[in-house]
C-alpha cells in the first residue's frame, strides 16, 4: 500500500465517481494474461488478493492498480535466429535474400519464437481523492502514469488531469536552499544542480552539508536546483523534483509500525487501516504541493 513514487495529477474539472459503478466500469479492461501471440497485455486487477472488485475504497480516496504482463522476446536472439536461417538459404540456393524475404522469415521467427517466450509481470497503483480533486500514481516515469491514466480514461471515458505542475519550479527548490523553506519541509543531504544556461551542466551533491559555502558557490554562479533530499512534515524521506515528481520514499518507521497489532491473516482489515494512513500524509502532501505549485508560479 505504500507507494514509492508519487506522481501528482490534477483534476482540470470537477470530477466524481460512483464507486457503486466503478467496478462495472473497470470490468471494461480487466487484466488477462498475455495469448501465445500477445507481446504485452495490460488491465485492472484486484487491489486485494482474492477479491472480485478491481477497486478498494474508504471514505475519501480510491484505489486502483494496473497490472501490465510483457513477454521478453530480445531482439538479438530474433536477429540471430534470422541470420541462421538467412545464412542456410542463402547456403543452400546460392542466392542472396532480399530484404522483403528477410522481413518475412523474422515475422516468422517471432510467430514461433514468442509464445516461448518468459513473462515479466508489473504492477502501476493510483490513489484518487474526489475532495482534493487530484489524483496519485505509483509511477517511476512519466510513461508508466500515463499508462494507467490512459487504461483508467478508457474505462471511465473522461479524465481531465494534468500534471499538478504545468512548468518545472527549479527557482522555487532554490529558493528553498538560499531563502526559506516551508515549514513542512526539512532539507536533507542530497540535491541535483543544473545550469540555468544551455549548456547541460549539472552537478550532483550527496552526503555533504547543502548549505555549505562551496556548495551554495554553485548557485550563486547560476546553478539551480533540479532534484533536493527532503524530509516531509517527519512523515517521510524523498528526492522531490522541479516537477513536483517525488521518488525514493521512506517513511517514518513509527508510522509503519502503527498497525502492526492487526493480525497478519486480517488482510482486508491491514489494508483499510494502511490505506487510512497512507491517505491522511497524501491529504497533506497534495495540500502542500498545490500551495507550492502557485508560488513563482
Known sequence: MWFKNLKTYRFTKPFSINTAE???????MPFHTCGAQE???MGFISVLDGSDQLFHANDTAIVISLQIEQRLLPSSVINAELKTVIDKIQTDTGSPVSKKQQKELKEDITY???????????QIKAVILQ?????IVDAASDAQAE????CLRKCVDSLPVVPILDTSRHALLTSWIMQECPEQIKILNEMDLISSADDGAAIKVKNHDLLADDVLSHIKSGHLV?????????????????TFDI??????????????DIPKDQVSARLDADLALFVDILKKLS???LTFSRENA
Do not use: C, H, W
Open 22 to 28: 466503478l467496478n462495472d466500469m473497470l470490468l471494461r
Open 39 to 41: 507481446i504485452q497485455s
Open 112 to 122: 514461433k519464437l514468442l509464445p516461448r517466450a518468459f513473462t515479466k509481470t508489473k
Open 131 to 135: 475532495e482534493e480533486q487530484v489524483i
Open 147 to 150: 499508462t494507467l491514466l490512459a
Open 226 to 242: 533540479d532534484r533536493l533530499a527532503i524530509n516531509f512534515d517527519n512523515l517521510f524521506d524523498g528526492v522531490i523534483s522541479a
Open 247 to 260: 521518488k525514493r520514499l521512506k517513511y517514518d518507521s513509527e508510522l509503519l509500525d502503527e498497525n502492526q
Open 287 to 289: 495540500a502542500s504541493l
